[in-house]
């Protein structure tokens, strides 16, 4: 079953005739809201908000592990993850809806591991390719059926936040090879990774980084939350023809 985890501008789907919501609870505690388990299109979907049902939790407070660990206990094996993202990469314009890749980790003080030798014994996994190619093709192809072309390929990095980046960082990242930049991907992705999950991300670009673009001095988060409410429209779009 197909899970979807719902980022800024996405905390409901409007298309998901919804089921039931399942309130669970996780041997790291409760998820950001309950699961909206549904049909979207005809398909078996769960729906997760991932900054809660009220968009109030904070990138660095989300229960990454109790996310992941719940979706996985309700069934589900492929996890698409949609991230509100800065443009680093000037193709990377704002309203551009990629796929990304590869990741980079810039977070810190985040539980970001199930195998912490206390819960479960020590493993190493492989995070070579942070994404699974498959529901990566899958996201590209629906991107293709729906009429939304989706930027194959780049290279997340994932901050701290909850504060935007500076100018200087940006330029940091850019040389590291990053071509957009958000607060959630990590340690979402590699949370999945443990559990086995296939995982993709939809990014959608709401703004030119710091220091790019229109935002040479600053970054207008209504402007952004503007062009998050019209890309989202697209992403709806794609998620219904992918379920
Ligand atoms: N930086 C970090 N996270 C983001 C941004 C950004 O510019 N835009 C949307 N999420």
């Known amino acids: 079953m197909l899970g979807i985890i719902g980022g800024s501008g996405l905390d409901c789907i409007a298309e998901l005739e919804i089921e039931s919501r399942l309130a ?37 407070r989300i229960n990454y592990r109790a996310n992941l660990w719940a979706l996985h206990a309700q069934g589900v094996r492929d996890v698409v993850a949609v991230c509100a993202v800065g443009g680093i990469n000037p193709v990377m314009s704002t309203g551009t809806l990629l796929v990304p890749d590869q990741i980079i980790d810039y977070t810190s003080s985040r539980e970001s591991t199930f195998f912490d030798g206390v819960d ?7 995070f070579t390719l942070p994404f699974n190619m498959p529901l990566r093709q899958r996201l590209i192809q629906a991107g293709k059926v729906s009429g939304h072309q989706l930027h194959d390929g780049g290279t997340y990095g994932a901050t701290q936040g909850p504060r935007l980046e500076t100018a200087a960082e940006i330029n940091r990242m850019e040389r590291d090879g990053a071509d957009v930049v958000g607060m959630t991907g990590m340690p979402e992705a ?22 790019r673009g229109d935002n040479a001095t600053g970054i207008s988060m209504e402007a952004a939350h503007a062009a998050a409410e019209i890309a989202m429209t697209k992403v709806r779009a794609v998620l219904n023809v992918l379920a």
Do not use: C, W
Not at 29 to 41: E, N, Y
Not at 192 to 207: D, K, S
């Open 24 to 60: 669970v609870t996780t041997p790291y505690g409760q998820p950001s809201a309950p699961l909206a388990a549904g049909r979207l299109h005809g398909k078996r979907v769960i729906f997760l908000p991932r900054h809660g049902e009220t968009h109030s939790i904070a990138p660095h």
């Open 120 to 126: 479960h014994p020590l493993t190493h996994v492989d």
């Open 190 to 211: 590699v949370l999945a990774r443990e559990l086995q999950l296939g995982y993709a991300m939809l990014a959608v670009v709401i703004n030119a980084a710091a220091g």
